[in-house]
């Protein structure tokens, strides 16, 4: 039960972060958007992905929940990587319409 309640709140959270690159691609602009924020997730899921590797290392028997959980660990973190360099580009975009102001 444990694990399946851990794959959804990943999944769930999976489902969300595209919805914030969308966001970050489209509006050019870093206004609203914080890199400690994203920072600090993604340091999240580096703990739940080493939580998953020792896990393994433990030899115990794993059931198909635990992989798709590891899985949208490493989707989940891929996704908060994309949005933090589309926070970088937006910033470049942020002090280039400054200049030009």
């Given at each position: ?12 959270f ?68 994309i ?19």
């Amino acid at each position: 039960m444990t694990d399946l309640l851990e794959a959804l709140m990943i999944v769930c959270f999976g489902l969300s972060w595209p919805v914030s690159i969308m966001k970050s691609y489209k509006s050019r602009t870093a206004k609203g958007k914080s890199l400690v924020f994203e920072v600090f997730i993604w340091i999240g899921y580096i703990f739940g992905i080493a939580r998953k590797v020792i896990q393994v290392n433990d030899g115990k028997d794993f059931g198909w929940l635990f992989y798709m959980a590891f899985v949208f660990y490493i989707l989940n973190i891929t996704e908060v990587t994309i949005d933090m360099m589309l926070y970088v580009r937006n910033k470049k975009f942020d002090a280039l319409a400054e200049k030009q102001a």
